[in-house]
């Protein structure tokens, strides 16, 4: 007998077509146009299938993302259900992915799945893709992997995976570590685990008054400080190479920390850890001895992700800094 998937479709480009008035791709086809395309899958897997949305990415919200995530919860807490996988469009696809690797501690594998084609281009790949986010589903190898995200034939850890380019199809990487894994037709190889642990965050709240800035020459505290005047809840910096960020933003980052809003430094690199090698005004030791928090690799959009979820468990800002240490 099959083993049982949940596919859960909210949309993205994978359920797009182009629409001749407007002669651009709008969500128009329905989960059972898109499986009628996934030939055999029958001999998988059995599906349950789940109707969420027809949103484009930038159509998910935080709140969204949460109510997709009390969503695959109930799924995954099926006895008859081994696995879960989410359509989603690939602009924001990474911050919900993570969102889920963040929020769920679950053993059964929850795949990540979108395309880069709509169903009216030559070589559409959201069939090719679905298919394989259900081979990974349902493999038994692809338990206790956290949240992973499949296209290309290609298995990525939700925390490590981002997108790099626009539109080729071999989008998602994982740049520092490479994908964990391959689809080789109907089988799933693993080649490594994860390299960083998870930090696993239990809610069912979103705090959404995170901002994320990005550091560049010149910069001032003019955006820190209309944040900080605002009230806002948190604030991401993108900073210069190993996090560092010209000497005018110092100010700003200080006033911060000093209204207890946690300020978390990122590097607008794409690869490599933020660190406090640099003590000169506005380097990385500089900031943290101003109380700012280093977080690792992780990059902006994925470490909003992380503090909208910590500041739903404490607004202390060493508790938030637990969530952000390897």
Known sequence: MAKKVAVVFTGG?????????????????????????????????????????KLP???????????????????????DIVGVVVTHGTDNLE???????????????????????????????????????????VHPKSRNKGVLVVLNNEVNAAR????????SLDTFKSLEFGPIGIVDQDDVIYYHKQSIPTKHVQTDRIETDVHLLKAVSGMDSTLLDFLVEKGAKGIVIEAMGRGNV????????????????PVIIVSRCPMGRVLESYG????????????????????????????????TVSKNLEEVKSYFID
């Open 160 to 167: 490590e995976v981002t997108k790099t380019h626009t539109m």
């Open 246 to 261: 010209p000497p005018m933003m110092m100010e700003g980052i200080k006033r911060a920390v000093a209204h207890q809003i």
């Open 95 to 137: 911050e919900t992915a993570y969102l889920l690797d963040i929020c769920l501690n679950t053993e059964k594998p929850v795949v990540v799945v979108g395309a880069m084609r709509n169903g009216s281009e030559l070589g559409y790949d959201g069939p090719s893709n679905l298919a394989a986010a259900i081979c990974t589903a």
């Open 57 to 79: 990415g930038p159509h998910m919200t935080p709140e969204k993302m949460m109510e997709l995530k009390r969503v695959v919860e109930e799924k995954l807490n099926q006895d």
């Open 280 to 311: 000169y005004d506005g380097g990385g030791a500089q900031l943290v001895e101003a109380g700012a928090i280093l977080a690792s690799n992780l990059n902006g959009q994925k470490a909003r992700i992380q503090l909208m979820l910590a500041l």
């Open 13 to 53: 480009t994978i359920s797009m077509k182009v629409d001749p008035r407007l002669k651009a791709a709008i969500p128009s086809m329905s989960s059972e146009d898109i499986m009628s395309m996934v030939t055999n899958i029958d001999q998988i897997a059995e599906l349950d299938i789940v109707e969420f949305g």
